[in-house]
């Protein structure tokens, strides 16, 4: 079974970087083919996804957030973090971290998550 837990900061002043981790259990973060993605919820909207490193180390992030995001791991503790820098109000809401991977049906090949973390609430404000 696999598990993903986020940590972090439950509150971060605007203009700040906020720095979320997501520590993984039952599988390795360089398991191949997988992607490993953070997903935001702000409140009454629906899901936003950030970005994802990959099991090889790539990253790819939303369009619309590239300039303010990274996501880093560290495979000794079989973890990835995400950096968000000058986070605004706009920015709270509940974070998860995720695995992800494609599937290929005869219909055509998609994304898709299996597993996500519980989630975090993150609150931006002064």
């Known amino acids: 079974q696999v598990q993903l837990q986020e940590s972090g900061p439950g509150l971060v002043k605007p203009s700040q970087t906020l720095s979320l981790s997501c520590t993984v259990s039952?599988?390795?973060?360089?398991?191949?083919?997988?992607?490993w993605s953070w997903i935001r919820q702000p409140p009454g909207k629906g899901l936003e996804w950030l970005g994802h490193?990959?099991?090889?180390?790539?990253?790819y992030y939303s369009p619309s957030l590239k300039s303010r995001t990274s996501i880093s791991r560290d495979t000794s503790q079989n973890q990835f973090t995400l950096h968000l820098s000058s986070v605004t109000p706009e920015g709270t809401g509940v974070y998860y971290c995720?695995?992800?991977?494609?599937?290929?049906?005869?219909?055509?090949?998609?994304?898709?998550?299996?597993?996500w973390g519980q989630g975090t609430q993150v609150t931006v404000s002064s």
């Open positions: 995720a695995r992800d991977q494609y599937y290929c049906p005869s219909s055509g090949c998609y994304r898709g998550v299996d597993y």
């Open positions: 039952g599988d390795s973060i360089t398991s191949d083919y997988y992607y």
């Open positions: 490193i990959a099991w090889s180390g790539t990253t």
